[in-house]
């Protein structure tokens, strides 16, 4: 059996047929993932992607799929097509979004709730109404029973304390993730390794402050690197599934494994960033 070098983790938010940023209809979510089925493709779980960054061997065409937030549409569409497909994904959840309450409906159950984008989503958290568009727990238990989809740390508050407070960013940030870590122990019975930063910020303090209480593997927002066996855990590439076709989405993976074009690719696209911030 061939083993993976590298492997592409996959940074999705919305599954949704309402258009709007950072959104992926269910039309191609089912695509994409036809695409990695059709192709032999395995999704890890964070335990085997945990073991793949130090040196345990895994299949060769592995990816890993990570969902943000936790809206409800990962529930109502993304669970149903991720099960269907016989694919395991992890969602970093922001705890102070979830509220309990019963089961609602999901693709192949009657009438479903509304999905909204994700300005939609931003507007009826900001007004106290996250009910309506992010995750219960109800929902999470359910499809973490399921052994579909896995749950980690995504903050309290998913606030950016170095622009609201920076003089105690660190102090806020050492309450966010106390606060996150008690609601899953309460809730989910357990807290894992694994933690994603709040709209891609991080710093060395940060990093020491999530190491401090027991987050090992953290997940970024960075594109453009490769996730090798010895990479250091701390600093997780990820990159951002668009609304397009399971075969656009295939020659992004397809790029980012390769052994000469993904590094080429990385350094190349790092060097246009780099002369988009001078100009």
Known sequence: MKYAKTVPVLMYHHVSPVDGMINVSPFNFEQQLLWLKRRGYRALT?????GHL??????RKSVLI?????????????????????????????????HDGPLRNCLGQGELPSTPSHRDCEDRIGQGLSDDVIL????????????????????????????????????????????????L????GNVSAHFCWPQGYFDNEYIQ?????????LYTTQAFGQNRAGTDPASIYRFAVRNT??????????VATHPLIGPLFNKWKLWKRSLRKRA
């Open 136 to 183: 219960r727990w109800s929902e999470i238990k359910a499809m973490q029973e399921d052994g579909v989809i896995e749950f980690h740390s995504h903050t309290h508050t998913h606030t950016r304390w170095d622009l609201h407070e920076p003089a105690e960013k660190n102090a806020r940030m050492a309450e966010e993730l106390a606060q996150s870590r008690a609601s």
């Open 245 to 254: 076709t399971g075969n656009s989405v295939g020659r992004r993976i397809q």
């Open 66 to 98: 990570t969902f943000d937030d936790g809206y409800l549409d990962n529930w109502v569409y993304a669970y149903p097509l991720l099960k269907k497909y016989g694919y395991t994904a992890i969602v970093f959840l922001v705890t102070s979004w979830i």
């Open 185 to 188: 122990q309460a809730n989910l």
């Open 46 to 50: 964070s335990d085997e992607f945990a």
């Open 209 to 217: 402050l999530a190491r401090d209480v027991g987050f090992r593997y």
């Open 54 to 59: 130090a040196g345990q061997p895994v299949p």
